[in-house]
Nanobody, 128 residues
Framework: QVQLVESGGGSVQVGGSLKLSCKASGVTYNCHPWAWFRQAPGKEREGIASIDNDVDTAYADSVADRFTISRDDRRDILYLQLINLQPEDTAIYTC??????????????????????WGQGTQVTVSS
């Protein structure tokens, strides 16, 4: 079992920055890819960033030039750096991971169906 806990959300003004964290606990040895999703009020959940167990990443076009996903393997923390935030970035941000009990490689993906563990989410609110 893997538990994911997000932190770092908050309220910022347009153009502001935040750094989200997702702390993983439990058996995380064969866990990847990792990803961040977000869901705005009245909208479907959107995959925005993903990273595999090395350095390959994938981003949604809407955030590719403003958000950066990274991972501290030693501390089991997934990060999402958000810069130049806009009102349309207001959403609940949730981290996710795919874990299996054998060593296989899976590429980064923004498809929610590819993940079997999810956090509870952290709210990001951007005001003008």
């Amino acid at each position: 079992q893997v538990q994911l806990v997000e932190s770092g959300g908050g309220s910022v003004q347009v153009g502001g920055s935040l750094k989200l964290s997702c702390k993983a606990s439990g058996v995380t040895y064969n866990c990847h890819p990792w990803a961040w999703f977000r869901q705005a009020p009245g909208k479907e959940r959107e995959g925005i960033a993903s990273i595999d167990n090395d350095v390959d990443t994938a981003y949604a076009d809407s955030v590719a030039d403003r958000f950066t996903i990274s991972r501290d393997d030693r501390r089991d923390i997934l990060y999402l750096q958000l810069i130049n935030l806009q009102p349309e970035d207001t959403a609940i941000y949730t981290c996710a991971v795919y874990c299996i009990n054998r060593a296989i490689w899976r590429p980064p993906t923004l498809e929610a169906s590819s993940y079997n563990y999810w956090g509870q989410g952290t709210q990001v609110t951007v005001s003008s």
